[in-house]
């Protein structure tokens, strides 16, 4: 007899083993070793057998005890697929590799627009579907439990609580699935860890099956011919196969095969490589028929063997304990335990990746304001979420399993289960075939599918009464007939399961499509319905160009229009000549075609040439992704050009700023050349009369005393003319610097008038008649006296030399206005010509020679108007009129009429 | 004898200084200060040698030199060109207009005869 301590004992140490070789997994796996074991097709082969639960390792006999050969659909369902419809499933993997699949839930929403709400609404139904499967797994643990324990019981003379042996299987496998499933976050979600302790579980529960059959089949039954025989008499060789419900079940499975969160996982996520899909496709099949093979051998021999009222669902433990084979049944236990914990550990971390991301992380991204801003800080959060998922996801298996009460076949509670992840199969398959499949479409197809099971399987399963009372069962919702779980809209007679697959998976499939046809899908939908569609055609490593209807004399238009004539021609030429062929246009080979991009590609860039012949090529099929590289190109191209359109205005800015200061530099430059050319000039002249006549005096010998004397005065003349010039030169210089002294003082405008004029004539040779207004001159203010008088001297010095006028005449007037005193000197001469006038004021500038040595050097006006600038006013000339009209223009300031005309002149003398 | 030269120079002394050293000389001279007039002046004249100040009311010296290298009867006369703005961007451009000598001013009275002597040896007469 085995004892509870001695299985509890077995157990702990089966589970220690678990951990290590996880453990020992995830070590060689985070390290880069292993990977033949890790990354093998045995392995993954193997871990598809979570497929193969508790339910189908006791319940499977029990299935075939009370149904007979029905049990075979259960992996009928699976091998189909596997063999018939391998090519699905390796469309499932490249698009969760392409797309980074976390879930089935993650495909679904992806693929229909990265939807939320699609998500939420598969990880809920995937939820409550799978929670009583979770139930059962704990529930046939129990039950094989009870057996040893109902063995054990007259021994101690009482049943030990097993619904707290539950709890701690709950509880292990919890702790289990957090520390393996939740050890670190990989993008890919891959779970080495996991996997191989799911394939050592798999080899335990094949081993174990196989054991108690070689058991049952030679140690019990008497060989293969007596089993035969027994099956021959027994009941089960007598039922009768009934065609839909075998048709509906088959169906059954292999949609939850391929629908199961449990089954995505290891079979999508967890795949390592696509090629593994190629062994298992055989190697599964093989794995199920064994696993099969002597399920009818058990149930009939049990049947036979074993009193009355024993529950064929433990016929595999309790065979061998009722002959005493103790290793046998500890064996066979394990077996049980292994198939229970593996679909438990698996299904609750694909289930907790599920509700973590798709429920948890964006209430907590939408609660906190600030969203995903630290990585890491989001990073713990999700494991955290995860780890709280898996809890919460065994503690709801557990409750289920106490609320339940333990009740039921195993096998009716798995249908359950897998008629409700069955509803994902049309929104997963239109998904991934159907480029018109919409959310709205998927959305509504999955809630009257999950609607539907609800109604017609989950509800009614719980027995009349409880969830559905008797009324509704016999004359539907609210009275209405066509509202009976079991016969909906009026059909009746069908079985209930296959009634409840039947309208479930069909509605669901028809509101799907209807509501698909119907709406419109949002451009992310369009894209990634596309990338999904498309998955194997551009996942390619090449994208070749195959049936071709292409002209070549449009490839060759096309490639003028791009290449250039010329180059187009020798092109095809070349190619028309390789293929051995006449005239000058190749065949349109899909190398030639490829030859072709590839050139294209160097003028247009790739994904514009891919496009462009695949306009021709492949008639209009251009591919979403072709129009997105070609936008993305685009885009590029476009950012570049305002790149350089940028950097172009730049330049011609600094271009012109460089050209703008050349310019100032080359008239400075210019300017100054000029001055110092004038200047020479200045200098030179005055000299040359003084050299000249000095050497006359020096070296002639007999000169008059007359002569003498005039050529002295004439050196005498040029010497002040040249001291004039260096005085005039020096007072601009600091004039034009600005760091002239002004000598501010209070004076009258009579005052510096009288000074200036009396100053000019003094020594003037020319007669020149000034006219004043003495009345209008008397005005005060502040000014610098000396300056201004400068300024004035020199107008009247001007109006002097080069008034031609019989009588020359100077009218010297006053005016105030606008805060300004003007004061005018208007001569009756010539005037100055128009295009002159400019010229005035600029250094050097001589109108009018008198060829007089007295002349200045042109540097009068040019003083005048610099220290007119530094007293606050200015000097211009006046037009129109006649003679010439200088105006000089003074800051009124505080000016008023003095009351006596005593300047403070004191420098005036 | 009595060579004759024009000399155009609106500076009234120097115009003396060189009156003074080439009619000592036993020239004639005779003196314009306005290069308006000059052309007229010389071709009335036909002297000998033709005296240019560059910067002159009127008519610049460069003008005038061209006015006589363009015109077939003056052409030959020799022209000695006097300068204040002694840049060698003026000389090059009397060069190039057929100057027969250049001198900056202010020049010394030796070397200015010697130029003008050197200019009019052999002359029109021998």
Redesign the interface.
């Given at each position: 007899m085995v004892s509870l301590n001695q299985l509890v004992i077995v157990c702990l140490t089966y589970v220690a083993g678990l951990f290590i070789v996880a453990f020992a997994a995830e070590r060689a796996a985070l390290r880069g070793h292993g990977d033949w074991l890790l990354r093998s097709p045995l392995v993954y082969t193997l871990s598809l057998s979570i497929y193969c639960t508790a339910w189908t390792f006791y319940g499977a006999v029990g299935y075939a005890a009370r149904s007979g050969l029905e049990y075979v659909t259960i992996y009928l369902g699976p091998s189909l697929i596997m063999v018939a419809w391998w090519w699905l499933l390796r469309r499932l993997v490249r698009i969760g590799r392409a797309q980074r699949v976390t879930s089935i839930a993650d495909l679904i929403s992806s693929r229909f627009g990265k939807s939320n709400l699609l998500a939420i609404v598969v990880t809920t139904m995937a939820v409550i579907g799978v929670t009583p499967y979770i139930a059962l797994q704990l529930q046939s643990v129990t039950l094989s439990l009870s057996i040893f324990a109902v063995s054990e019981a007259p021994a101690d003379g009482a049943v030990p609580d097993l619904g707290s042996s539950a709890l701690w299987v709950a509880v292990g496998l919890a702790l289990f699935t957090v520390l393996f499933g939740t050890r670190n976050l990989n993008v890919n979600e891959r779970h080495h860890g996991v996997v191989i302790a799911v394939a050592v579980e798999a080899v335990v529960k094949l081993v174990a099956l196989l054991a108690v059959g070689i058991f049952v089949v030679w140690g019990l039954a008497g060989g293969i011919e007596n089993t035969l025989a027994r099956i021959d008499a027994s009941d089960i060789g007598q039922w009768r196969v009934d065609g839909s419900r075998w048709a509906a079940l088959t169906i059954l499975a292999a949609a939850a095969f391929v629908c199961l969160p449990r089954m995505f996982q290891v079979m999508v996520v967890e795949n390592d490589d696509e090629r593994h899909l190629q062994i298992a496709s055989w190697a599964f099949p093989l794995y199920l028929m064994l696993m099969s093979l002597f399920v009818v051998p058990i149930a009939v021999t049990g049947l036979d063997l074993l009193p009355p009222g024993s529950n064929p669902d433990l016929f595999v433990l309790s065979l061998p304990l009722s002959e005493g084979q103790n290793g046998l049944a500890m064996l066979s236990f394990l077996g049980g335990f292994s198939s229970a914990t593996s679909m438990v550990i698996v299904a609750t971390l694909a289930l907790s990746t599920m509700v973590s991301n798709h429920i948890v992380m964006p209430i907590f991204l939408a609660v906190r304001q600030g969203g995903a801003s630290q990585s890491g800080d989001v990073r713990n959060v999700v494991i955290l979420a995860r780890r709280l998922s898996i809890l919460l996801i065994i503690g709801l298996g557990y409750s289920y399993y106490r609320a339940s009460g333990g009740s039921g076949a195993l096998a009716a509670i798995g249908l359950i289960s897998f008629g409700g992840v069955a509803q994902f199969l049309p929104a997963l398959l239109g998904g991934i075939f159907w480029r018109g499949a919409t959310r709205a479409g998927a959305l509504s197809g999955l809630a009257t599918g999950f609607a539907l099971w609800m109604f017609t399987m989950l509800l009614p399963s719980f027995g009349e009464g409880v969830a559905l009372s008797a009324g509704i069962f016999a004359e539907g919702v609210l009275g209405l007939g066509w509202l009976r779980p079991q016969a909906l809209f009026g059909i009746e007679g069908l079985d209930p399961t296959v009634h409840a697959v039947v309208w479930s998976l069909s509605l669901n499939a028809l509101v799907f499509g209807l509501v698909s046809i119907f709406t419109f899908p949002d451009p992310v939908e369009r894209l990634q319905g596309a990338q999904f569609v498309n998955v194997l055609d551009h996942s390619r490593p090449t994208r070749s160009w195959t049936a071709s209807v292409a002209g070549s004399e449009e490839l060759m238009i096309m490639a003028q229009r791009i290449l250039g004539a010329r180059e187009a021609q020798v092109f095809f030429r070349h190619w028309a000549q390789r293929q051995g062929g006449a005239g000058t246009l190749p065949e349109p080979t899909p190398d030639f075609v490829q030859a072709l991009e590839r050139e294209l590609a160097g003028a247009v860039g790739a994904a514009t040439a891919h496009a462009m012949v695949a306009q021709i090529v492949g008639g209009a099929s251009v591919s979403v992704q072709d129009l997105l590289a070609v936008a993305d190109e685009s885009a590029q191209m476009l950012e570049y050009s305002s790149q350089l359109e940028a950097k172009s205005r730049e330049l011609v800015e600094t271009a012109a700023q460089l050209r703008a200061a050349n310019e100032k530099l080359t008239q400075l430059s210019l300017q100054k050349d000029n001055f110092l050319s004038q200047i020479s000039h200045e200098l030179r002249t005055p000299m040359t009369s003084i050299r000249s006549f000095s050497e006359i005096l020096r070296d002639t010998d007999r000169l008059s005393a007359e002569d003498k004397t005039r050529y002295a005065s004439i050196i005498h003349t040029e010497a002040l003319r040249l001291t004039r010039l260096l005085d005039d030169l020096l007072d601009l210089s600091v004039l034009e610097n600005g760091q002239v002294t002004l000598n501010l003082a209070r004076c009258t405008l009579g005052d510096v008038l009288d000074h200036a004029v009396t100053t000019a004539q003094t020594g003037a040779t020319r007669p020149l008649t000034i006219e004043r207004d003495p009345a209008e001159e008397n005005l005060g203010f502040l000014t610098d006296p000396d300056r201004l008088a400068q300024v004035f001297i020199n107008l009247v010095t001007n109006a002097q030399k080069y008034c031609v006028s019989a009588a020359p005449r100077l009218r010297i007037s006053t005016a105030r206005h606008d805060g300004w005193i003007d004061v005018i000197f208007l001569d009756n001469g010539a005037g100055i010509a128009p295009q002159d006038r400019a010229l005035v004021f600029e250094k050097f500038t001589r109108l009018m020679r008198t060829g007089d040595a007295g002349d200045g050097a042109g540097l009068g006006l040019s003083i005048c108007r610099e220290i007119m600038t530094r007293l606050g006013g200015h000097i211009d000339l006046v037009e129109g009129g006649d003679g010439t009209a200088f105006r000089v223009r003074l800051p009124a300031g505080q000016a008023e009429a003095p009351k006596a005309r005593v300047g403070d002149m004191q420098r005036v003398g | 004898m009595g060579k004759r030269v024009v000399l155009v120079e609106?500076?009234?002394?120097?115009a003396?200084?060189?009156r003074?050293?080439l009619s000592r000389e036993g020239w004639r001279v005779e003196t314009l200060?306005n290069g308006s007039s000059a052309l007229k002046v010389i071709r009335k004249a036909m002297p000998d040698l033709v005296m240019l100040d560059v910067?002159l009311?009127g008519r610049s010296g460069f003008e005038i030199l061209q006015d006589l290298r363009a015109d077939p009867e003056l052409q030959a006369l020799p022209v000695l060109m006097l300068t204040?703005?002694?840049?060698s961007r003026d000389r090059e451009m009397a060069e190039r207009a057929g100057v027969s000598r250049f001198m900056?001013?202010?020049?010394?009275?030796?070397e200015m005869l010697d130029a003008v002597r050197d200019l009019t040896r052999g002359g029109p007469a021998g």
């Open positions: - | 609106d500076e009234l002394n120097i003396e200084a060189i003074f050293l200060a910067m009311p204040a703005r002694g840049q900056t001013k202010p020049f010394s009275n030796a």
